[in-house]
């Protein structure tokens, strides 16, 4: 079961860092440790993916120097897991980090079963494997779930933020007046809605007229006389 490759699934914050995680990078070592090499023959020591059909169909159960290099195998996956704890607290969500933990509870179960002769080794591989589709099965479905949940955050925190500068704008909409119409109402001569300076006057003209009248030679008030 390769720990690494199931935790990409569950990368729900900093992606980018991934590559930094100590566990990943202790079981890319682990894959490849000299000392252990009589062990990968029979089971990968990381990537289940890496599995052989000899090693599916193996019905042979772990001897006496199997044992001590299960032992040592063991020791090295528990080390491995221990080294990425603090990264994984920042790095993945809780429901994540509940999953590798039981993928990780899971494989040392199957390595304890194999160590007390209660698994051959082709039983071990078949078991690594259908509880890694398991895993990541449910590390998929989690997620899928964050994503969404991610996807319905910002997508409402947009709306949010669209509908505030509407708002905005209809607000400055409503009371924006020109420059020049600002200064005319802040002048205390301009006219407001409700005064009548705007309206004809109604006052009495019959000087003027009558001035007008005259002048035509029609006599005052334009009576011929």
Request: hydrophobic share 45%; with cysteine.
């Amino acid at each position: 079961m390769k720990l690494g490759r199931l935790a990409v699934l569950l990368m729900l914050v900093l992606p980018q860092a991934w590559a930094q995680d100590p566990t990943s990078a202790c079981m890319a070592r682990l894959a490849g440790d000299a000392s252990l090499h009589a062990l990968a023959q029979k089971t990968p020591l990381a990537a289940i993916k890496t599995v052989t059909l000899p090693m599916l169909a193996d019905t042979s159960k772990p001897d006496a120097a199997d044992k001590l290099l299960l032992e040592q195998w063991n020791a090295q996956l528990k080390a491995c897991y221990a080294l990425g704890q603090a990264f994984r607290e920042h790095t993945v969500t809780p429901e994540s980090k509940a999953i590798l933990d039981a993928q990780q509870h899971a494989l040392i179960a199957l390595v304890a079963q194999l160590y007390a002769g209660a698994l051959s080794y082709g039983e071990f591989n078949r078991g690594r494997q259908e509880s890694y589709d398991q895993f990541a099965g449910q590390a998929s479905a989690s997620a899928q779930k964050m994503f969404d949940t991610r996807s319905a955050i910002a997508q409402r925190a947009q709306q949010a933020a669209m509908d505030a500068q509407r708002q905005a704008a209809d607000s400055q909409d409503g009371t924006a007046i020109n420059p020049v119409g600002r200064q005319l109402m802040n002048n205390d001569g301009y006219p407001s809605a409700a005064s009548d300076a705007l309206v004809p006057s109604t006052g009495d003209t019959s000087g003027i007229a009558a001035a007008a009248c005259e002048k035509a030679g029609l006599g005052p008030a334009c009576t011929g006389k």
